[in-house]
């Protein structure tokens, strides 16, 4: 990212959240459950599956893990009773893993109970790299004691990944692979753009020759092509991938991976707690963040 990127981004984060908000809304459903009810309802409208996020991320007190808890609950019930075509993406951090690993275990434990009555499946969503390791260890836990309807992602910004999938693949995990939308140090982390492409390819690859069900989630061409590439050489079929991308990003893009006859998930979040997300989502199209500031001086 350029300086003048860099400076009107950590100048955004200083501004009312009332002047953010109109362009947040651009990435999130809504704040309420019914919001992002009717966004999937649209997008299984138009063939292709959701997963709905209550956006939050670490919260610093039991009570609040155990809301986010509840809120995810009702996610799964009006799944099932809309009849909708959707799953459930949780954040760590939200279930309270920094507040005690334990407690944070059997929130979630609870919550993919209550999945699997619906026959429904929770992703883990990876956050910033001070939850790596403990998100991989509570993956795998779940793991060995018999969950089967849960997935983890892997973030091919970080050097540790390939050595993680290592493990997942012998574990035949459920892996959504992304990009990493955190900011991490050069010692851990990949910087340069085509070092983290180069590095998603070879993971993809690696995951789709482990037999592992990949959620392959970017709306980057170079790598739309790279595994639309892979799917024909190794003859995959439908049920063992699916494409993954955000609301409110390259729309288009969505509907022609459809139209070649590929599945496609959206990341649907909604919530109060939409802050946090909207600042990455902002990283990753400064001009949307050129918009928010200049719309503090139009005086719109
Ligand atoms: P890149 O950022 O290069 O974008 C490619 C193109 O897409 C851009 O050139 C632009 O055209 C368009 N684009 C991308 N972002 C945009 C935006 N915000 N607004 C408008 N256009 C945009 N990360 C993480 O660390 N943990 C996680 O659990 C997840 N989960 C997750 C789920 C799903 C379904 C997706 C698609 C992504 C994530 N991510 C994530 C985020 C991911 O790590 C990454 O930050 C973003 O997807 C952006 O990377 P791309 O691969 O899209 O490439």
Redesign the pocket.
């Known amino acids: 990212m350029n300086l003048a990127n860099q400076f009107i981004l950590s100048a955004i984060q200083l501004l009312p959240r009332p002047v953010v908000k109109p362009f947040a809304m651009r990435?999130i459903a809504g704040e309420e459950l019914d919001d992002a009810v009717r966004v999937v309802k649209v997008i299984n409208s138009k063939h292709m599956m959701g997963?709905m996020d209550v956006l939050g991320e670490n919260v610093s007190t039991r009570e609040e893990s155990l809301e986010a808890v509840r809120e995810c609950e009702e996610v799964l019930h009006s799944i099932h009773e809309s009849h909708l075509d959707a799953n459930v993406?949780i954040k760590l951090t939200q279930f309270g893993l920094k507040i005690d690993k334990e407690f944070c275990h059997s929130n979630v434990m609870h919550l993919l109970e209550v999945a699997s009555g619906y026959k429904n499946f929770v992703r883990i969503?990876?956050?910033d790299s001070s939850t790596t390791s403990d998100t991989l260890k509570l993956y795998e836990r779940l793991r060995s004691g018999g969950c089967e309807n849960v997935g983890v992602?892997i973030?091919a910004n970080m050097r540790r990944s390939e050595e993680d999938i290592q493990k997942l693949i012998s574990m035949k995990a459920n892996v959504?692979l992304?990009?990493?939308?955190?900011i991490e140090p050069e010692d851990i982390a990949f910087q340069g753009?085509e070092e983290i492409r180069l590095n998603?390819l070879k993971l993809l690859k690696m995951l789709l020759d482990g037999k592992c069900y990949v959620?392959i989630?970017?709306?980057?061409?170079f790598?739309i092509d790279g595994a639309y590439q892979y799917i024909q050489e190794m003859n995959l079929q439908k049920s063992d991938y699916e494409f993954?991308?955000?609301y409110?990003?390259?729309i288009k893009l969505r509907d022609k991976i459809v139209a070649d006859g590929h599945r496609l998930?959206?990341?649907v979040p909604f919530g109060q707690q939409w802050y946090a997300y909207s600042i990455?989502?902002?990283k990753?199209?400064p001009q949307?963040a050129w918009y928010v500031f200049q719309a503090l001086f139009s005086g719109d």
């Open positions: 990435y997963t993406s969503d990876m956050e992602v973030q959504r992304c990009k990493g939308a955190y753009k998603f959620g989630a970017t709306h980057d061409d790598l993954q991308m955000l409110g990003v390259r998930r959206v990341y990455r989502r902002f990753e199209n949307i």
